[in-house]
Every structure is written in structure tokens, then in C-alpha cells.
């Protein structure tokens, strides 16, 4: 009885632990309504009310400084700032002790990360709230304090008059290091820099002087403004074994690996390195010291090589390659970096070296650090947590590991994914672990990412504030929607089912099976997706996380659900991203469907239920392939000429497996009903056309595919050979020949096809043609620009063979309005 009663006693009291716990982490609805102009969210933060006050009521009273991010900070609250006296914001750093409170200057000394901690600290006069102290230990941490009090007051910065709350915060980040390494960063860098994200990593210039000597260069006006910024740039080395295209092999030759004697040499071989040759780590530790000379530069990234290419010569055989990289790259550094004690050698891991992970980590000196990154276990977005027990036990030991996880659905895609719930588990596994940081990737620009990259601010500074639906609702609030709490029932749906779509890598392997290819464990290879002896199977491949087929209904479901949800917000935002998931899935579930109805044995029923289930394949790859256009235009609206070829490519995979379908159906004596959708033959090129140029314009007569005005697309497809080839433009002219033809439309952007991307497509449009008799007898041709191999290589590699193919497009069809 007794020790019931005293069972009951102690639940009680558990309980009542955890209201009280509940209390003290649940912020009150002021501080909330607040909070939600704020990503990320503070560690602590309180609001007790607010003042309203007109620009010239405040004035700044910045702390004297030279430096940069200071001189930012101020720039952040000038705005709000008109006045000479008044409410007074006050900038002071901790160590000036005449102006710092003890009491702050304590509280920030301990914290985390103390560099960017930082506090913002109401003034009150005779009990009237009349300033604000920002305070900091570094100025990276006054430029925080200055961007979230810029964040709270922003919704007032166009208006005369300012409500200011009277906020309390103490703040620091989870994550050291929250960054990006990639592409678009001289533009995506200032955004990033808003949500106190504070590292990029990017390609370094390497090369040589004429006589020989290493050269490695960075943008210095890049540097300097990232730094104003408060973003550290962290230089890449490039993958090792991709450095014939910084010239070395032209300078140094002897520095090329030795081949796998007696195996043929893979279309587009280039050497690896051999790393005994002691040159090569003599101009390694070249370019390391060029790198180290910017003042801005601290740490070098080297990337170790993502593909196998061990050296075969005499020295290197038998020895582990990615052992003798790492410790190449260590003897280089030792040498570059002696008069740089506070640099630090970053080594980046990959796919290939993967499993001599083990290897690589028991060879680095202390202080070396390690980023993860492999095509495959990186930059994946499935649920499975991403940092295995190797890694996790390095990072545990204190030692420090960054990491390189893709942020969207996948690195060869650009499809739309609001995914709080998966960045939230990114976020928060790195921080468990004991990562220091991130770099993430989000190819080709944020633009078409901008709600996942917010995430991951959010998260990697605040692992354990907000849920995925009170963040997305911040972020609504933040973009100025409408309807924020309608935002986030819909990112709450959206997020579940684009993340499993997303692990299930669907859109990313279907853009590879429209080139006749698979992705297998981080390498690119030839090989069928699907056929008709191979089905689509649950649980598996493209269906990887929908175990069954009423586990995907279930995500239809939820996606028509969202499409309804955005129907009431009436955000083209929410709609498109509700549309392009749903036509997915819809999408996925019909050709697992009718490639199962291809293995059955021939019969009338069979034929009659392939050709209702391709037609409705082709309605489903109309309304996908308009609503992809249709959100990349609204989210990252650039001229058609700067569209990235992942983004064309995740436009036009569904038209493309349509027609592949279609093309298994002839046997069966199914009619076509729409063959203008499907890829025409009008155009090849043959290693002969290469014999005495590298240059090469294929002509193309169109007229006949070229029926309807709209868009089209041309494609070029590598069959075979030795060398890829780089594409530079297609051209659409008109005229009644060839030779007297005149431009009516150009696509040009270079790309590259090789045995790695087997196909690109250009993208054109059909003017309406005017009734007029003048232009009775015109034709439409096209003119493909491209380069094939060098004319300095060797003869059997100078060989190449490819096709160009039309066909209409249905980026201009109009959604199909009896589906959705
Ligand atoms: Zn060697």
C-alpha cells in the first residue's frame, strides 16, 4: 500500500516536472508572435512588451571599430536609426569592459561558439524601456545581434513609424561552421550571410606559369566582401584525380600516373596523379602556400579523388591510393603551411574512398580536419541518418568533421522540396554527433531551395527550438504569406511526402533512365532502370521508401491534400511544388503499373489495358512537365540561356520515359496518338567529322517536325567512343535554303556529353508562322554547335559518335484541367 501510494506520489511529481519543464521551454505568445520574424530562432529569447516610435526617435551608437563585419552590423540598424538621441542602440563588444555590463560579458564567456554568441539586452530608464545594449565577444557575434534585431524590425522598415519590443536574447549556434560549397555563391552568399549561415567553400584557380611554376589563385574582391559579410572562404583543391585540367600533365608531365597495365582506357581518360613522384607534392604544396597567402584564407579544402584511379608505376603498386593521398596532402600542407600556425588542412573523403575511410583518418596528423562528403552517402536524402559509427566515433573524440550533405531532393535534380522534417533531421543528427559542421550543396542556386537552405539555418543554430511546422510557419511569416499557419499545415503534408519521394531518389533516377543510365553507389554507369523483363518494384529502387502500393496511395493522397490546402492559400508557391509532387507520384504508380502489365503474356486484355494506361502515362508527363516549368519560372526566374541543364532535365525526364513506353507498345500494334512528343532521329556525328577539325555545326532540315508553333526540344545523345563532346548552342533559322536561312532563335549555354551525361536538350521555340505567301516556301532548319576531340590527342582516342533527335515539348501545354 505504502509503496503504491508513494509509486502514485512519485508520478505525480514527474509530472509535474514535466509541466514545468513544458512552461519554461514554451515561449508566451508575444514572445512567439515575435520569435516568428526570427530564423533562426534564438536560444533564448523574451519579449515583455513593445514601444512605438518614428526613425528619428532612434540612434545608433556604434563601438569603434575597423573592422568589416562591424561596419556591417551598423549598416544592418542604420536603417532603422534616423535620429541623433532618444532610444539609444548601443553596439559594444565584451572586452570593453568600460562599456559592457559584467553581467553580459559573464554570461557570453561561456557559451559555445562564443565567437558569433551574442546578446541583446533592453535599457531601461526610470523603468522606461529606452535602448537596446548588442553586445558580443567578437564582431562576428555583434553582426548576429545586428542581423536579428533587423529581422525583428523589418516589417516596419518602409513605414514611418517602428514597433520595437522589448527583446531580451542571449543567443549562440550549435554548429561552428553552417555552409554551402558550390556554384551560385558570389550572389546566394549575401542571403545566407541573413540567417548568420557563415562559411562557403569554393573551387580555387589552379594552374601554372609558363615556366612551370604552380599558380593558384582566388577572387581577392571575393574574399573581401565575404568577409564584410561575416562568411569565411574555405579554397577547394579539386578531386586529385582530376587535375589534368589545371595543365599539369602540360608542365609536369612526369607527375601522370601510370595506367592499370593491359586494360583498355575508359572515353574520356584523363590521368590520375602519382603521388611517390615527389613533384607532385612539391607543386601541390605550391598552390597550398598561394592559398594561404590571402589574408581571408585560413583553411584549404583538398578534395581526395572521387573516382578509383590508383597509380600502377613501380612505387605506387601495392600501396593503398587513398593513403598515399592523404599523406601527400599532409607532407604539402606541412610544407605550406610553416608560417601559418592557425591553418588548418581540410580533407574531404569520397565514394571512392569510402571504404579506406578507415585508412585515411588513422593517417592525419592532429588538427587535420575531415569533411564527409560520397556521391552517395552524402548526397542522399533518404531517412536513413547519415553519419555512420566510423565517423560519428572521430567526430565524438572531439576531432573535427564537417560534412557535405545535399539539401534538396537530389544533387542531379532541381525539383521542388519544402522539407522541414528532413532538414530538422540533418540538422539535429550533425549536432548529436558531435559534427562542427556543415557545408551543404544545393545545385544550381538557392532560389529553387530557398525554404530548405532557411532550414538549415535554422536547425544547425537551434537544433532543438522549433518543429518542422513552427518553422515553416516563421518562415511563411518572414516571406510576408498570407496565411503562415495554412503554410505550415501545408509544409507539414508536402514535407512528409517530398521527403520520401526524395529518399526514394525517383526524379533523380528517371533522369538517368532517360539517358539510358542508373546511379549505383555514387557512380554513374550504363544500364536499364526498368524494362520489359525488369519491373518497377515496392519498396525497392524508385519506390524505395513506398513499401507497397497503399503506402504510396497514402502520399497521393497527402499530395492532394497540399495541392487542396494551396488551392485555399492561393500561393502559386504551394500549388506548383503540390502540383509537380502529385504528377510524380502519379507518374511513378502508372509506369510501375504499366511496365508490370508488359511482363504479362500477350492478349487482347493486355493490349487493351497498356494503351488506356500510356495514354494516361502521357496525360500525367503533360500536367508534370508544365507544372516543373511553371515552378522553376516563378521560384528562379532567369533568361532561358542561364537555365542549368539539371534544371532542363528534371522539365523534360517524364516526356522521355513517356516515350520510351511507347516505343515498347509497337509491337503491340498501338497506335501513337501523339508521335510529335517523341524523339525524331534528324541529325548525327561520326568520328570522320572530326578528322580535321574539333569544331564541328550539324544542319538539321526540321520543316516536317515543325508543324505546330511552341516549344520544342532538341537533344544530343553520346552513343560511343573515346572522347565526349562539348555542346555550345542550337540554332533555329528560317529561310527557303540552308545557306540563305536567318536566325530566328537561339538556345546557347555549353555543356558537356560523355559517358557520364549521356544526353543535354536544347530548348526551342516554333514562332507562329505568318500567313503570309512571301513565307510560303520557307523551311525551318537547326544548327547544332559543337566540339568533339582535340586534335592533339592521340588517334584511337579521337573517336566520337552521337545523335541530335526533336521532338515537341509540353513546357507551353496548359495543366490538364480534367486530372487537377
Ligand atoms: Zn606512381
Not at 512519485?10 to 509541466?19: M, Q
Not at 533523380?508 to 518497377?536: C, H, M, R
Request: one cysteine or more; charged letters at 20%.
Amino acid at each position: 500500500m505504502l509503496q503504491n501510494m508513494m509509486a502514485v506520489c512519485f508520478r505525480l511529481l514527474l509530472l509535474l516536472l514535466l509541466f514545468l519543464a513544458a512552461a519554461v521551454s514554451a515561449m508566451d505568445a508575444v514572445t512567439e508572435a515575435w520569435a516568428n520574424r526570427v530564423i533562426p530562432l534564438p536560444k533564448q529569447i523574451n519579449v515583455a512588451g513593445s514601444r512605438v516610435l518614428s526613425k528619428d526617435e532612434i540612434t545608433l551608437c556604434p563601438t569603434d571599430s575597423e573592422d568589416g563585419r562591424i561596419a556591417t552590423a551598423i549598416e544592418t540598424v542604420q536603417p532603422f536609426a534616423g535620429g541623433d538621441q532618444g532610444f539609444t542602440i548601443k553596439l559594444i563588444l565584451t572586452h570593453d569592459r568600460k562599456n559592457c555590463p559584467a553581467k553580459l560579458a559573464k554570461a557570453l564567456a561561456k557559451l559555445a561558439n562564443r565567437d558569433q554568441a551574442y546578446a541583446i539586452e533592453p535599457v531601461m530608464t526610470s523603468g522606461a524601456f529606452s535602448g537596446f545594449l548588442l553586445v558580443a565577444n567578437e564582431p562576428l557575434g555583434l553582426l548576429y545581434a545586428a542581423r536579428t534585431l533587423h529581422q525583428l524590425l523589418t516589417p516596419s522598415l518602409n513605414h514611418r513609424h517602428i514597433e520595437i519590443p522589448q527583446v531580451t536574447i542571449v543567443d549562440w549556434p550549435d554548429l561552428e561552421e553552417r555552409g554551402e560549397w558550390g556554384w551560385n555563391l558570389s550572389h546566394d552568399r549575401y542571403s545566407i550571410a541573413e540567417l548568420k549561415m557563415n562559411e562557403v567553400e569554393m573551387h580555387a584557380t589552379l594552374g601554372f606559369q609558363a615556366d612551370g611554376s604552380p599558380s593558384a589563385t582566388l577572387d581577392r574582391a571575393f574574399l573581401s566582401e565575404s568577409k564584410r559579410l561575416g562568411v569565411k572562404v574555405v579554397p577547394i583543391i579539386r578531386h586529385l584525380e582530376q587535375l589534368a585540367v589545371t595543365g599539369l600533365f602540360t608542365y609536369h608531365p612526369n607527375t601522370a600516373a601510370t595506367p592499370e597495365p593491359n586494360k583498355p582506357l575508359p572515353s574520356d581518360y584523363q590521368p590520375a596523379v602519382c603521388f611517390s613522384n615527389p613533384a607532385s607534392i612539391d607543386l601541390i604544396a605550391g598552390w597550398m602556400s598561394q592559398l594561404l597567402a590571402y589574408e581571408e584564407v585560413h583553411d584549404i579544402n583538398a578534395w581526395l579523388a572521387e573516382s578509383p584511379s590508383p597509380c600502377f608505376c613501380e612505387l605506387c603498386r601495392g600501396h593503398n591510393s587513398f593513403e598515399l593521398q592523404t599523406k601527400s596532402l599532409l607532407r604539402a600542407f606541412a610544407m605550406a603551411g610553416a608560417d601559418h600556425p592557425d591553418a588548418h588542412l581540410r580533407i574531404l573523403l569520397s565514394q571512392a574512398s569510402y571504404r579506406d575511410n578507415d585508412r585515411v583518418l588513422a593517417s592525419i596528423t592532429p588538427g587535420t580536419r575531415i569533411t564527409y562528403y560520397s556521391g552517395q552517402t552524402t548526397y542522399d536524402s533518404s531517412h536513413e541518418p547519415m553519419i555512420y559509427p566510423l565517423l560519428e566515433s572521430f567526430a565524438r573524440s572531439g576531432q573535427w568533421l564537417s560534412v557535405y550533405p545535399q539539401l534538396t531532393n537530389s544533387w542531379r535534380t532541381v525539383f521542388p522540396f519544402t522539407g522541414p522534417h528532413f532538414i530538422k533531421a540533418r540538422m539535429t543528427e550533425f549536432v548529436e554527433k558531435g559534427l562542427h559542421g556543415f557545408s551543404g550543396y544545393a545545385t544550381p542556386a538557392n532560389g529553387y531551395y530557398d525554404f530548405n537552405i532557411a532550414a538549415a539555418a535554422e536547425w544547425s543554430w537551434n537544433s532543438s527550438g522549433r518543429s518542422a511546422r513552427q518553422f515553416a510557419e516563421a518562415y511563411a511569416t518572414r516571406l510576408g504569406l498570407k496565411q503562415p499557419r495554412l503554410f505550415a499545415e501545408w509544409a507539414d503534408l508536402i514535407g512528409r511526402t517530398g521527403w520520401h519521394l526524395a529518399g526514394s531518389r525517383t526524379v533523380e533516377s528517371l533522369i538517368f533512365a532517360a539517358g539510358g543510365q542508373v546511379f549505383i553507389d555514387g557512380f554513374i554507369e550504363d544500364g536499364e532502370l526498368f524494362s520489359t523483363e525488369k519491373p518497377i518494384e515496392y519498396g525497392k529502387g524508385i519506390l524505395a521508401e513506398f513499401p507497397n502500393e497503399a503506402s504510396l496511395d497514402h502520399h497521393l493522397a497527402s499530395a492532394q491534400q497540399a495541392l487542396e490546402l494551396a488551392q485555399r492559400a492561393d500561393e502559386p508557391l504551394m500549388l506548383l511544388e503540390s502540383r509537380c509532387v502529385l504528377h510524380t507520384l502519379l507518374f511513378v504508380k502508372e509506369l510501375e503499373s504499366v511496365v508490370d502489365v508488359f511482363q504479362q503474356p500477350l492478349s487482347a486484355a493486355r493490349t487493351k489495358t497498356i494503351q488506356q494506361q500510356l495514354d494516361a502515362v502521357d496525360v500525367t508527363a503533360q500536367n508534370l512537365t508544365a507544372a516543373m516549368i511553371g515552378w522553376g519560372n516563378l521560384v528562379h526566374p532567369v533568361e532561358q540561356e542561364a537555365l542549368h541543364y539539371r534544371f532542363r532535365d528534371s522539365v523534360d525526364f517524364a516526356a522521355t520515359i513517356a516515350g520510351r513506353l511507347r516505343t515498347w507498345a509497337e509491337e503491340c500494334q498501338i497506335v501513337d496518338p501523339l508521335p510529335a512528343y517523341r524523339f525524331h532521329r534528324i541529325a548525327s556525328w561520326q568520328t570522320e567529322d572530326f578528322a580535321e577539325t574539333a569544331d564541328l555545326a550539324l544542319w538539321a532540315d526540321i520543316t516536317e517536325h515543325v508543324q505546330q508553333a511552341g516549344a520544342y526540344d532538341i537533344r544530343l545523345f553520346f552513343l560511343n567512343g573515346a572522347s565526349g563532346v562539348d555542346t555550345r548552342a542550337v540554332t533555329l533559322l528560317c529561310g527557303p535554303t540552308k545557306e540563305s536561312a536567318q536566325p530566328v532563335f537561339v538556345d546557347r549555354w555549353d555543356g558537356r556529353l560523355s559517358r557520364y551525361g549521356r544526353y543535354l536538350e536544347y530548348w526551342l521555340t516554333i514562332p507562329e508562322k505568318p500567313n503570309n505567301l512571301a513565307h510560303a516556301l520557307d523551311r525551318y532548319f537547326i544548327k547544332a554547335e559543337l566540339s568533339g576531340p582535340a586534335l592533339n590527342l592521340p588517334q584511337p582516342r579521337r573517336t566520337s559518335q552521337g545523335e541530335l533527335l526533336i521532338r515537341k515539348s509540353w513546357r507551353d501545354a496548359k495543366v490538364n484541367r480534367s486530372i487537377h
